[in-house]
């Protein structure tokens, strides 16, 4: 696996958050499926800096998805461990892991995941139902995501009825509704 920052140093992303957000760290984790012979990631060890820009490059099947599920926190490492500040992760209860997972982490999966049968703007509020605003409020911000996706043309149609392209921009414009320090894009512009 292949780890290159992209643009070093801009501090963007933790001026917007406006809290501290905190280094992300990778210290040796393994993983493997369960009934797999082999593990998927060995031994990935990488310092994640918040506004900062890193692209992972590895071929098909190298384990990319599988690494930003365990960076996002959605898989556990088998061994090693993954550390938001000073918080390690693994020594911590399910719930408490959930809270970390929403409060820092925005994500786009590889497979543009979605309501098919809702429409675009009600797939991008729901980015925003948990945390407690309007279905209203929801749908004017969902919105504005999507003009700024380039997608208002869109944003009444079911989601199925979307091009491969146009629902890719959909999951961005959700992924970019709340405001959290990192931002997990599995291949966004595949
Ligand atoms: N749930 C699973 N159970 C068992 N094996 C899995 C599972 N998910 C993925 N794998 C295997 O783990 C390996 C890594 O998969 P992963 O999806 O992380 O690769 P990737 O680098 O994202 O590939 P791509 O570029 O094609 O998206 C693959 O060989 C895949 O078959
Ligand atoms: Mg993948």
Known sequence: MHVTPLQPAARATTERTGSRAQDLVARGICYRYPQAADEVIHDFSHRF???TLTALVAPSGAGKSTLLSLLSLLLAPRTGTISLGDVVVERHRTSTVRTLRRTHFNQ???NNACFESRTAVDNVATALLSSGVTMSSA???AGAALASVGLSSRAEM?????SGGEQQRMTIARALLTDRPYLLADCPTR
Do not use: V
């Open 158 to 162: 079911p989601a199925r009825l979307l």
């Open 139 to 141: 749908r004017r911000a």
């Open 49 to 51: 800096l918040p506004g």
């Open 108 to 110: 786009i999966l590889q």
